[in-house]
């Protein structure tokens, strides 16, 4: 299933590294999550607001669907949504995004990644803020986001 881009308001540029890349020069796939996780603090800071000292993040899962390689010279970003909110736990979407020459955007990489809203200090997940909550649903749309709680 192809992911829809007009679904994604948030979109990151992501910075290739010499050291993302493997012998071949395609972009190793154990940096894909890196590409993530530069793309979801992005929005957290921007959109969400996440005040990270009241409040930590931490992961539960994340998947990735690698589709075509990139390479070290391209051009990437990442786009990003939540798509599920529930009561401590959450859900981000991600496409990875090649741009080519002419402005055209090829997908790459999807994936996606259970985040739950974490009590550093008791070590313990808790409820999402209220504030927090509700910038990602207003942010990407209500009618995209499942609402479980």
Not at 48 to 69: H, M, T
Not at 72 to 82: F, G, H, N, P, S
């Amino acid at each position: 299933m192809t992911e829809n881009l007009a679904n994604y308001k948030f979109k990151a540029p992501i910075p290739i590294r010499f050291s993302d890349i493997d012998a071949y020069g395609n972009v190793s796939n154990t940096i894909y999550l890196t590409f993530f996780e530069i793309a979801r603090l992005s929005y957290w800071k921007e959109i969400a607001q996440w005040d990270f000292n009241s409040c930590g993040v931490i992961l539960g899962r994340s998947e990735v669907n690698y589709l075509k390689p990139i390479k070290v010279d391209d051009q990437i970003a990442c786009y990003l949504r939540t798509s599920r909110i529930g009561n401590s736990s959450f859900d981000v979407m991600y496409v990875l995004v090649k741009i080519n020459a002419d402005g055209e955007e090829e997908i790459c990489t999807t994936g996606k990644s259970v985040c739950i809203s974490y009590d550093y200090a008791n070590l313990k997940s808790v409820p999402i803020p209220a504030n927090e909550r509700q910038r990602m649903i207003d942010y990407d749309e209500p009618g995209l986001i499942t609402n479980t709680n």
